[in-house]
């Protein structure tokens, strides 16, 4: 939705090929810095923290999913 409806992305990403990768592989990660980027035309200082957090989220998720898989067996 993002990606139709606003140039949020087109603004923190220079091509479509990384947000698109993103959306697939690091979702959260990808909004995260979209985000942080539009707050102040670069990712600076404290809004670091907000990427790698949203990046910890994504290996959770793959974590999760990983650990949810084998149990399931």
Do not use: K
């Not at 990384?18 to 985000?35: D, E």
């Not at 990712?43 to 149990?71: K, M, P």
Request: charged fraction near 15%.
């Amino acid at each position: 939705m993002l990606w139709l409806f606003t140039d949020l992305l087109d603004r923190a990403f220079e091509s479509w090929f990384v947000p698109l990768l993103g959306f697939f592989l690091l979702p959260w990660t990808t909004l995260a810095y979209a985000l942080m980027w539009s707050s102040s035309d670069g990712v600076v200082g404290f809004e670091w923290f907000i990427v790698v957090l949203a990046f910890l989220f994504d290996l959770g998720a793959y974590a999760g999913g990983s650990r949810q898989r084998t149990a399931a067996r």
